[in-house]
């Protein structure tokens, strides 16, 4: 057991929130894991333009503000996605709000985008910025917003030379009414006014890449309207998923009857499911990211054999601490090994 692993059991102890700010506490004061051995080349991934060292991302929700985006690169994530953040600061919903399931190796939570804002991200972010560091922003809009669609452009346009990508949040279970803008019709004024934002302020200049995060609750159809509307707009990949507000029959926690999104392995079936019916519905033309459930390398090579070109997770490092990325790693760069891959861009979508 290495230090990290014993202060984790600690914060275990804790309410999940408090241990969870006391995390980012550590972290900014620069007390976390450095991973000093480069990854394997086999791991060694692209997605659109990003030239990612691993294919395991951060996934939104742990760094709500772009504090410790650099320590976790430090530990050895290949890419962290901070976020969500909102125009404005955001208190989010009362506490408590953050519940761990620890026999179901789950998490619900009702945070409601709590965050301080778009000015206080930027100011962190661009403090965080380093060459070859891939830190991306994951915007949303304001529970109160007049003009939820008005709130992304302004998170592009607050942000825009900032992250190494955008992603647009549309799928959190804990803002009423925000997963409507999955909605073909408001999905398509959604993407053309960020697109149109997107070219204004590129110009002739390379624009980052920018990703769409979908929901694990959706039908067949709206898997087919969100693929062709997400095509039609260029979009540059799918992040599949977010949480799910369903509960399966089988969870053991007492906190399962608590409402809010289900994290972490109850998910990874689900959120597996919809990734591949994106991938059949993109027919393979768009980059897709896995997400939901991810505790091991078996689980981050079944995502990419299903069509994710990268993976991202968050449940499992708050239930089992920040040793997970490097065990996730090797047994990952073995599996790929083992079944005769030379890449992981080789592995995409093989089931
Ligand atoms: C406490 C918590 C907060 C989250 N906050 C966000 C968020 O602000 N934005 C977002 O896009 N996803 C958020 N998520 C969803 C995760 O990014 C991820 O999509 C989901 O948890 C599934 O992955 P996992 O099973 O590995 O956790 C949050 C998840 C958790 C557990």
Redesign the pocket.
């Known amino acids: 057991m290495n230090l990290y692993d014993i202060a984790g059991t600690a914060l275990r102890r804790l309410p999940a929130e408090s241990a969870?700010q006391l995390t980012i506490l550590a972290l900014r004061a620069g007390l976390g894991p450095v991973q000093h051995a480069p990854d394997d080349p086999v791991l060694r991934t692209r997605i659109g333009p990003l030239d990612l060292a691993n294919p395991i991302g951060l996934?939104?929700?742990?760094d709500?503000n772009a504090r410790t985006g650099a320590a976790m690169m430090r530990a050895g994530f290949g890419w962290v996605?901070c976020?969500?953040v909102t125009p404005l600061p955001q208190a989010g919903n009362p506490r408590p709000r953050?519940f761990r399931l620890t026999r179901d190796g789950a998490?619900i939570?009702r945070?409601g985008?709590n965050n301080d804002g778009l000015d206080i991200f930027a100011r962190n972010l661009a403090a965080q910025r380093k060459r070859g560091w891939a830190i991306g922003a994951?915007i949303?809009a304001n529970k109160t917003s007049k003009d939820r669609i008005g709130d992304y452009v302004t998170g592009l346009k607050t942000l825009w030379g900032l992250p190494a990508w955008f992603?647009i949040?549309i799928?959190?279970p804990n803002t009423p009414g925000l997963r409507e803008l999955q909605s073909k019709d408001a999905l398509q004024e959604l993407l053309g006014r960020i697109m149109e934002g997107r070219a204004a302020l590129t110009g002739d200049q390379p624009s980052p890449p920018f990703f769409l995060?979908v929901s694990p609750d959706l039908d067949d159809t709206q898997i087919i309207q969100i693929s062709e509307t997400a095509c039609h707009y260029a979009l540059d990949g799918l992040?599949i998923?977010?949480?799910t507000i369903s509960r399966p029959d089988d969870l053991q926690s007492a906190a399962r009857g608590e409402g809010g999104?289900l994290?972490?392995k109850p998910?990874?079936t689900r959120?597996t499911e919809v990734l591949r019916a994106f991938r059949h519905a993109t027919r393979g033309r768009m980059t897709l990211i896995g997400?939901?459930?991810?505790a091991s390398g078996a689980d981050a090579y079944a995502k990419i054999r299903a069509g994710a070109n990268a993976v991202?997770?968050?449940?499992?490092l708050?239930l089992h601490g920040p040793s997970l990325v490097g065990t996730i790693k090797s047994d990952l760069a073995e599996r790929l090994r083992a079944n005769g891959f030379s890449s992981v861009d080789e592995a995409v979508g093989r089931d």
């Open positions: 969870h996934a939104a929700g742990f709500k996605e976020g969500t953050l998490v939570n945070m985008f994951n949303g992603t949040n799928s959190s995060k992040i998923s977010n949480t999104g994290s972490g998910l990874f959120s997400v939901g459930g991810i991202q997770l968050y449940t499992a708050a």
